[in-house]
């Protein structure tokens, strides 16, 4: 009987041991799972708090456009649910919530996988570009400019295309969908993700013609040219305006766009202009200083064009491409020698009462003077050279005897340019009633230059009654 009743006290003890043993390991696991949920808790806010803090920066060439939240781009609520389902609802449980679940669901959720180093991406479902592209679209843009061809100095240059800066929309924000797809939320911090607008291939709208992609048809080109030129060269008194026909034979291109002459075809042009306005026995015409090209009836001369000048002048002209109203060149003759008054010559206008000293093809003076009295003493028309120069002389005729500081005679000593300090007007009609015994009568400033400047042989062409 005693012996029964320790083996029972034996057996308590034992049961109460495993209990107590039990209890206590029981106490463990579950505050092992506790533990473990926290932690797994802790890493899903996170994420959750990396979701939201993380934003899309968006620059062009450098420069900071915007900077855009999750929020922003309509994928917060999204993204956040992604990372709720890398979690299951007692991951995402507050540990105090967790901690009053029974020790079976404590337990049973200990013995399940839990996240160790989750990962979501971006969600672009409601993605909305709004914010960002409008930003991008006010900046001020410059259109792209297509390659084209401009004639400079006879040649079609052709200039490449310039890329501009107008956005294509779809394909920005195609690539900005594809950066931010890209881009992966994690538990180390917030993310921020980086899309420069030139990165994307086709971010700018481009040319729609490049040299690449377009035949530049330089003959086409020359022809739309000739329709609008005008080119017309002055026979003196007639004119020959070349025509579409002719400019098409005597202008082209070279397949780099150069403008070239043919040179044959203008000469055969030139060479019938030559034989129709040439001339023979016909005044010589003066380009007067006043009044312009005058016909001066007792020089008789024969005119050639000057072929190879005016080959020369149409041949730069038709090379620039521009309208001209140009002036044949000619080959003068007289007594069958070539016939020019010179780089330096004086005009003696007695109309116009004038005398114009040229030197060295330009106007070196002109002054008005005194010539001949119309009614008995004129100054005889002709072509003339110096004769002779001298100072501080005395004329002297029938009724006259005067002294002058600057005589050039060009009819001996008879005729001659002096100065006249006895008269206090020139020009106008005094010579008519008032003129010289013939000699032209010169304002003393303007006889003195002449005087140093013209030399014994200089033409002196004297013209009109």
Not at 123 to 138: F, G, K, Q
Not at 357 to 379: I, R
Request: glycine share 8%.
């Amino acid at each position: 009987m005693k012996k029964t009743y320790i083996i029972c006290i034996i057996l308590v003890v034992l049961v109460l041991a495993a209990g107590v043993a039990g209890f206590l390991l029981t106490g463990s696991a579950v505050s092992q799972a506790e533990d473990a949920q926290s932690a797994v808790y802790r890493m899903y806010n996170r994420m959750q708090d990396n979701v939201a803090q993380s934003c899309f920066t968006v620059t062009e060439n450098g420069v900071v456009i915007g900077i855009y939240t999750l929020d922003q781009l309509g994928v917060l609520a999204d993204t956040q649910a992604a990372v709720d389902a890398c979690f299951t609802v007692f991951d995402r449980m507050e540990p105090k919530q967790f901690a009053g679940l029974s020790v079976k669901e404590k337990l049973q959720w200990n013995k399940q996988p839990h996240p160790q180093n989750p990962t979501v991406s971006i969600s672009l479902e409601h993605l909305d570009l709004y914010a960002a592209m409008e930003d991008l679209v006010v900046i001020p843009r410059t259109a792209a400019e297509n390659a084209y061809a401009k004639l400079v100095n006879g040649i079609y240059q052709v200039h490449e295309e310039v890329p501009g800066t107008v956005l294509q929309v779809s394909q920005v924000q195609d690539a900005m969908a594809q950066t931010l797809g890209a881009a992966v939320i994690d538990t180390l911090g917030p993310v921020e993700t980086r899309f420069e607008v030139t990165d994307c291939p086709d971010c700018y709208l481009p040319p729609e013609k490049t040299v690449a992609n377009t035949f530049f048809d330089f003959p086409a080109m020359l022809a739309e040219d000739i329709r609008d030129l005008t080119i017309t060269v002055d026979f003196h008194d007639a004119k020959e305006t070349l025509s579409q026909e002719q400019l098409h034979q005597v202008l082209k291109t070279s397949e780099k766009g150069s403008i070239l002459v043919d040179e044959d075809a203008l000469r055969a042009l030139i060479g019938q202009w030559a034989v129709e306005y040439k001339a023979g026995s016909t005044p010589y015409l003066l380009d007067a200083y006043i009044g312009g090209v005058k016909p001066i009836d007792f020089l008789t001369v024969d005119y050639d064009v000057d072929e190879e000048g005016l080959l020369s002048l149409l041949t730069e002209t038709l090379l620039e491409m521009e309208d001209a109203d140009l002036e044949a060149p000619w080959l003068c003759w007289r007594k069958g020698e070539a016939f020019t008054l010179g780089e330096e010559y004086v005009e003696i206008d007695i109309p116009n009462q004038t005398m114009t000293y040229f030197k060295d093809g330009e106007v070196f003076l002109t002054t008005d003077v005194v010539t001949g009295a119309s009614w008995g003493y004129p100054t005889p028309p002709g072509l003339y050279k110096v004769e002779n120069k001298d100072t501080d002389c005395w004329l002297s005729g029938e009724d006259y005897n005067v002294h002058v500081d600057y005589w050039v005679g060009f009819v001996g000593y008879m005729i001659g340019i002096h100065d006249a300090k006895w008269r206090t007007k020139f020009g106008g009609e005094n010579y008519i009633k008032n003129g010289s015994h013939g000699c032209v009568n010169t304002p003393t400033e303007a006889m003195e230059e002449l005087f140093k400047n013209i030399e014994v042989g200089v033409p002196v062409l004297v013209y009109g009654k």
